[in-house]
């Protein structure tokens, strides 16, 4: 069997196993109200419930924010960040080794050009590449994820960039998701908190642009 097939036949793999998940687990209904009655439902498996689900997510697309929320809301904002780290970078990882297993050209029929923002990643900077527009969400998620493990990135770089660069993210929608109780002060300032996030990339490309003007004007 040539390597082509056996792609193909992995990338087929990969899609009726996505396809599975969902309906097994109706993740159809998906709000964080309905993911957590169905996740507290598995007892003390709960939480390695969750992490499988956030593993397995990238598989299907399922949008991340809303696992996130559910964590929040499920968990509390400690316990919620946390199992959200794990599962989240182990997602990531999983997608980054798909994507360098599967191709170039199996990913692009997923993502189709999105990923050329990633084709620059070297190896020797890969580390802070990753990290900052971890930090800085530039690129979907789930770009990054597939687009990475067709650069020139370490493996190691990428998990460990990809850990410490969702922490702030992670922890503003898991305190967000557990306010949800109680829409009291805390959900307002985990407003705040999200607000913040997404105004990062804007305050970002706004003072990008100003520098850029100003070296023109210079």
């Known amino acids: 069997m ?3 097939i056996k792609k193909l ?6 899609v009726a196993v ?3 998940i969902l309906f ?3 993740l159809r209904r998906f709000t964080p109200e309905n993911i957590r009655d169905f996740i507290l439902s598995f007892g003390v ?7 499988f689900l956030y593993t397995v997510r990238p598989l299907i697309f399922f949008p991340a924010i809303v696992l996130t929320l559910s964590g929040g809301y499920t968990f509390g904002p400690w316990w919620g960040t946390l199992y959200d780290l794990i599962g989240a970078t182990m997602g990531a990882c999983l997608a980054f080794i798909i994507a360098r297993t599967l191709g170039r050209e199996t990913i692009e029929r997923w993502l189709g050009d999105k990923i050329k923002k990633m084709d620059d990643i070297s190896e020797e900077k890969g580390f802070k590449t990753i990290l900052f527009i971890r930090l800085v ?3 979907p998620f789930d770009v990054i994820n597939y687009g990475a493990g067709l ?3 370490k493996l190691k770089d990428y998990a460990l960039a990809t850990l410490i660069g969702i922490l702030p993210g992670a922890f503003a929608y898991n305190y967000l998701g557990a306010s949800f109780h109680n829409f009291s002060t805390e959900f307002y300032f985990a407003i705040a908190l999200v607000l913040i996030l997404m105004l990062v990339p804007t305050i970002y490309k706004w003072s ?3 520098k850029k003007l100003a070296n023109i004007k210079g």
């Not at 498996?45 to 992490?51: D, K, M, S, V």
Request: no cysteine; charged share 20%; net charge positive.
């Open 9 to 14: 036949l992995l990338f087929a793999l990969l």
């Open 208 to 210: 990008k642009k100003k």
């Open 24 to 26: 097994v687990f109706d």
């Open 137 to 139: 969400p530039l690129i």
């Open 18 to 20: 996505g396809i599975t």
């Open 45 to 51: 498996w709960a939480p390695i419930l969750y992490i």
């Open 2 to 4: 040539n390597r082509s």
């Open 151 to 153: 650069s020139k990135v």
